[in-house]
């Protein structure tokens, strides 16, 4: 069993800063995208960064320059750092990750979501 586990949510006034971080457990083969998504109250889950295990980024536009995320490859760990937060920035923030494990000797991949964690700025 693989398992994400989110740490680091919490309530920051606008200007301020917060770090996420997603530990990933269990039978792990390999961890191909990690990434980060959110859902805001009545909004749709969008996608605010990812990374690959090569190290190349991708961003929401919403988020450049303000939000960095980064990873441990050897602590199978993804983060987000997020600064200059604003109030459009309050949802509940998911981890995800495709690793692959290990079935009968053949690595099977698939897409792992942690269980969120909340992010709340005020204004």
């Known amino acids: 069993q693989v398992q994400l586990v989110e740490s680091g949510g919490g309530l920051v006034q606008a200007g301020g800063s917060l770090r996420l971080s997603c530990a990933a457990s269990?039978?792990?083969?390999?961890?191909?995208?990690m990434g980060w998504y959110r859902q805001a109250p009545g909004k749709q889950c969008e996608l605010v960064a990812t990374?690959?295990?090569?190290?190349?980024?991708n961003y929401a536009d919403s988020v450049k320059g303000r939000f960095t995320i980064s990873r441990d490859n050897a602590k199978n760990t993804v983060y987000l750092q997020m600064n200059s937060l604003k109030p459009e920035d309050t949802a509940v923030y998911y981890c995800?990750?495709?690793?692959?494990?290990?079935?009968?000797?053949?690595?099977?991949?698939?897409?792992?979501w942690g269980q969120g964690t909340q992010v709340t700025v005020t204004s």
């Open positions: 995800n990750a495709f690793i692959y494990i290990r079935r009968s000797g053949i690595p099977i991949g698939g897409d792992y």
């Open positions: 269990g039978s792990i083969f390999s961890i191909n995208a």
């Open positions: 990374i690959i295990s090569g190290g190349s980024t």
